[in-house]
């Protein structure tokens, strides 16, 4: 028998309207004694089922649903589940058992309405993060499951997220099924060939929900080179990680690129990432820099780029933070949009999800607005399908993007 968790009258509707958190507020009472992590049924004042989900009293989110139906979470729940997240993977012609080179995200947390589990896969191997205590309590169990669903060469775990912490978990990085640790993976993405590090790279290893961003930076340039037959388009790709965007960017023939980013050990990557694709390297620089003083230099300067991506990590990762979160990305901008040749792009993006979408373009409209200069919308960016948002979960819309002509 599970414990039951009465909801508050007033604190009902986000709960029938589907919304996978509940905060201790909206508590009413609690009949049992349910220790952390354990399953736990959600009622109204009146003992009408709501919902059932697992419970953390030492996080601020004090239950995260599972279902919405009165239905038991049983092995059979959890298997259903998985494999109806990870089949709606193959709809783009990627099949996330049989692809041996591909990248997805095949688990999603709360937007595969499994809060707290992410799970990518990087060809052969599958990395997952265990982000809250009743998904750590299960992992074990998970990874079974997955083992028998996907049956990959490995599973590797990467739950050293900073958000565990608010958990009372503390970071695990660590086999989970298989033999041995992974190496460097090597993955195709859109006929382009990266290296990925799910040992040591950021979040598991890359950032797959720039894939199709990363394919519009290819068909800018490409635009630039058909309309500008005599230009050598000159780019700008800062936060660049392990080169994503810059390595698009010389597929399509970019003059010159420079890659800027603060870890060395990442600019290693890269640069191996543009010598595995056979891109000329005569013009590619790898710069290792703080981004902020960077850009501001280049301004100084009065460097001026056909495209510049701006890429940062999360700045925000509580409403505490946002306000800062919001000067630095202003910051960012309004250098960025000095940088940037009259006719040329601006790609900014922000990952933050205590930063909203409206949040991030009044940001952006600032830092145009002190810059003297003009800008078009060209496109709202966001991630690739394999990162769905669950329509009751506006939370899970967490990286936002503009693309900008600038005049």
Known sequence: MTATIVIKHDRVKPVANQHPWVFSG?????????????IVTLVRPNGQF???????????????ILTWQDEEIDEAWWRRTLERAISARSVDGFD???????????????????????????GRWLVVQALTLGIDIRKTHIAD???????????????????????????????????????LITIEENGHRFQIDPVHGHKTGFYLDQRENRALVQTIITDLRRTQPDATPRCLNLFSYTGGFGLYAAAAGAGEI?????????????????????????????????????????????????????????????????????????DLNLNAFACVKPGGYLLTFSCSGGVS???????????LADSGRQAQILRHLGPGDDHPNALTFPEGAYLKGLLLRVY
């Open 96 to 122: 996330a058992r049989t692809n041996t080179t591909g990248a997805r995200r095949l688990i999603n947390a709360e937007n595969d309405f499994l809060p707290g589990l992410v799970v990518d896969q990087y």
């Open 145 to 183: 499951l997955l083992w028998d669903i996907v049956q990959p060469d490995g599973i590797y775990e990467r739950s050293d997220v900073e958000v565990r912490g608010k958990e009372g978990l503390k970071p695990v990085n660590a086999v989970l099924r298989g033999n041995e640790q992974p190496g």
């Open 50 to 64: 709501l919902a059932r989900g697992y419970i953390n009293p030492r996080s601020q989110i004090l239950v995260r």
């Open 26 to 38: 909206a508590v009413e009472s609690t009949d049992g004694a349910p220790m952390p992590g354990d």
């Open 357 to 367: 979408a409206d949040l991030f373009q009044k940001i952006v409209f600032g830092a």
């Open 258 to 330: 420079a890659n800027v980013d603060s870890s060395h050990e990442a600019l290693e990557l890269a640069e191996a990432n543009f010598e595995l694709n056979d891109l000329p390297m005569e013009n590619i620089e790898f710069i290792q820099a703080n981004v902020f003083d960077y850009l501001r230099d280049m301004r100084e300067a009065n460097q001026q780029y056909d495209l510049i991506v701006l890429d940062p990590p999360k700045f925000a990762s509580s409403a505490q933070q946002v306000e800062r979160a919001a000067r630095g990305y202003k």
